[in-house]
C-alpha cells in the first residue's frame, strides 16, 4: 500500500469574516500556497477571473489579504 505524506505547514484558522464559499476557498487556497496569482487561482480552483476578482477584493477590504508584485498573499 502506497503510504501519503502531506507537508508539516499548517493551515491557520480560517476568520470569522470570511462568510462566502468562494471567499473561505481562496482564502484558504492562499494560507495554503503561501500566495498565488488571480489566473493561478483560477485554473486551479475552477473558478472565472472575474470571480476571483471579486472575492479578493473583497478580502483586501476586509484586510486578510494584499496583493504583493503579481501575488496576493494574506495580510500580516
Not at 476568520?15 to 483560477?42: F, H, R, W
Not at 472575492?55 to 477590504?61: A, F, K, R, T, Y
Amino acid at each position: 500500500m502506497i503510504e501519503q505524506t502531506h507537508p508539516s505547514a499548517e493551515i491557520s484558522q480560517l476568520p470569522t469574516e470570511v462568510e462566502s464559499p468562494q471567499g473561505k476557498l481562496v482564502y484558504l487556497y492562499i494560507d495554503a500556497t503561501g500566495g498565488a496569482t488571480a489566473d493561478e487561482m483560477g485554473k486551479i480552483l475552477s473558478m472565472k477571473k472575474i470571480g476571483i476578482l471579486s472575492v479578493l477584493n473583497s478580502l483586501s477590504s476586509a484586510g486578510l489579504v494584499e496583493k504583493r508584485n503579481d501575488q496576493y498573499v494574506l495580510a500580516n
